[in-house]
């Protein structure tokens, strides 16, 4: 690992430290190659002082044992019927499941307990259909799953329910994993299957809203994997009872885990929640992330390059778009009062973030901020993006005569030979501070 690897991991530890991650492993993933690497990583999480809870599904482990005992099974995922024969098969196969997850967590030098925690009551008659074995969680029993915790021990839940009269229900690992997550307010889910990452045609998904993950369901289910169905489904449900953030990963993937949890882009889908994104001034200790985000566009020509100390003496024009509390866009609003106008600069949207309209709405806000100034006319020099401007913001090329005379000196002086672009009058309806537009 990589020094400035360490440093990255490093920055989430105070805001993850000693909060709940509920991580659940799909049957395939309990017995993929991967699985010893997976433990490798909770062990990290452990180290880190991040408490996890592990939810395993056991789908590919009862089909498996049905095909080698010649029985024929009711439903694999725990959400259909489940006749007597499957509950029996699955309950075999969970327990399978269970001994190899508790000899792997052993070896990675790392404390866990079966927890029997899971209270359930029939699934009942759905459509008209009696589901028989299918139960459905009733309630967790958070009190043991604290005490676990507590002593820094991982607790380790089947896909099993049972009811006060000692009856056993198959219980799908998805919906097990929600429950026990709103139960003991974990900050996490984590669900890990084999093709864990969404994508739409050839497009890898990196985060969705709740609405946007509503929406892709309304529109895209019958074209889906069942799988993938049922953890965006989980993961909007999960985020609308108040968890941040559920990850959908490939959990066959070497570092999935750690490399989505401690890095700005991540590598799998996040789900989240509406509070996702939030837009600050920029802040002294700012300085050196906003010259890193903007690097690469200043050593393209794309930027006017700006010193450290430029950007010191305009401090309070620059703002920024976090995601997550991760720096993801910038901008800054020059003003020129006795002109009445006002300049769009350093517009900058980090790579991983492109695409996904945060340019256009870092534009938005900073109309909205020159308008609130009393600007009536915003201008923005370019000399690669001109395009943007003029067709996503209805900016208009202008001759330099047209610029407020000290940034016409500056504009003569740099020799860059931008285009000038200057957008039609503000209208200054805003009465209180602008916001982003999400």
Known sequence: MKVSDLRGILQYVPRFREKIFVVALDGEIAASL???????????????????????????QLIQLAQEKGIAISNADGTGITDEATLKLGVEASHAVLQELMQGLSSVDLRAAYANVIVAHPAGILNGVDTLFTGKVERVDTATLQCFLNEGIIPVIQPLGFDGEGHTFRVNSDSVALEVAEAMRALKIIYLSPKGTLRLGEEIVRQLSVGETEEVLRKRRASMDPSMVSKLEHAARACRRGIARVHLLDGTENEALLSEIFSHEGIGTMVYSNEYQQMRRALKKDLRAIMNLIRESIANAELVKRSRADMMAALDDYWLLEIDRNLAGCV????????????????????????????????AFAEQLAAKKGAKWLFALSTQTYNFFQQKGGFVEVSPEELPQERRRKWESSGRNSKIMRKVPLQNTAATSPSLPL
């Open 34 to 60: 991967n699985l010893g690497n997976l433990l490798l990583d909770l062990a990290v999480l452990r180290s880190l002082s991040i408490r996890v809870v592990l939810v395993h599904g056991c789908g590919a």
């Open 332 to 363: 800054a609003v020059h003003f020129y009062p006795e002109e009445q106008t006002a300049e769009l600069a350093c517009l900058y949207v980090a790579k991983s973030h492109e695409g996904q309209g945060f340019g256009r709405k870092l534009m």
